[in-house]
């Protein structure tokens, strides 16, 4: 596994876990994980990367890294490309305006005879800021960058594999290095702990998502 494809597995930049944003070694192998899902391969193969100081602690995973791949059979299907949607920031405008309610500052403000009172903004939430209503020409939304619309996964759009909800982006790395995963025994599960997956020269664990197994039925519309 090159070094690009591991860190395709690290944490991004904006989700402020700077340790998780590159590969490292430990040991005999090289891991890579975003915190929701881990990759591993033998270092031989990943000979460019060292180890760290500021490495995560695997104690709490090595166990599970240790379970057997044997039955990791189930196949994770093609995902598709990362989805569209609208922008809830801007309400797909791509802009952002002074909310007229609280001028732009986020706060409310009013007095009675005996006391003076400061509320949040029901109409920005907070933000000073409103999606359509408003005065001026307004801000470029900071969120699509003024598109209207962002390319992302979200959590709603799980796929079901092997009775287990993963998240898509994880679903679709598991893919592109050809990963399996181990069979829910149990029929359509919600997990808290991780699930074995294992590909052709690495392996690692992925940790479902915390998905109603009825929702999770639906979605896949047949058995697990």
Same mark, same amino acid.
Not at 94 to 107: H, Q
Not at 165 to 180: E, I
Not at 194 to 203: E, F, H, L, S, T
């Given at each position: 596994m090159n070094i690009e494809t591991l860190k395709a597995f690290c944490a991004k930049p904006d989700a402020g876990r700077q340790n998780l944003e590159t590969p490292f070694r430990v040991g005999e192998h090289v891991y890579a994980t975003s915190g929701w899902m881990i990759v591993r391969v033998p270092a031989a193969d990943a000979p460019d990367v060292g180890e760290r100081d500021d490495a995560p602690n695997l104690a709490h995973i090595l166990s599970a890294l240790e379970a057997s791949t044997d039955d990791c059979?189930?196949?994770?299907?093609?995902?598709?490309?990362?989805?569209?949607?609208? *922008?809830?920031?801007?309400?797909?405008?791509?802009?952002?305006?002074? *909310?007229?309610? *609280?001028? +732009?500052?986020?706060?409310?403000?009013?007095?009675?005879a005996r006391h003076s009172y400061e509320a949040t903004c029901n109409e920005c939430y907070g933000t000073g800021k409103s999606d359509s209503s408003g005065t001026g020409e307004g801000e470029t939304c900071d969120k699509c960058g003024g598109k209207g619309e962002i390319q992302e996964d979200r959590e709603e759009d799980f796929i079901v594999v092997g009775g287990w909800?993963?998240?898509?982006?994880?679903?679709?790395?598991?893919?592109?290095?050809?990963?399996?995963?181990?069979? $829910?025994?149990?029929?359509?599960? $919600?997990?808290?702990?991780?699930?074995?997956?294992?590909?052709?020269? *690495?392996?690692?664990?992925?940790?479902?998502?915390?998905?109603?197994?009825?929702?999770?039925?639906?979605?896949? +519309?047949?058995?697990?």
């Open positions: 059979t189930e196949e994770v299907p093609d995902v598709g490309p990362v989805p569209v949607h609208e *922008c809830e920031a801007c309400d797909g405008n791509g802009k952002l305006y002074f *909310c007229d309610e *609280c001028e +732009g500052e986020g706060d409310v403000y009013w007095d009675t909800a993963l998240h898509p982006t994880n679903a679709r790395l598991l893919r592109s290095v050809g990963g399996r995963i181990k069979r $829910s025994p149990h029929g359509f599960r $919600s997990a808290l702990k991780p699930i074995r997956w294992a590909a052709v020269g *690495c392996d690692g664990v992925v940790r479902p998502m915390e998905v109603d197994p009825q929702m999770m039925e639906q979605r896949a +519309g047949a058995t697990p």
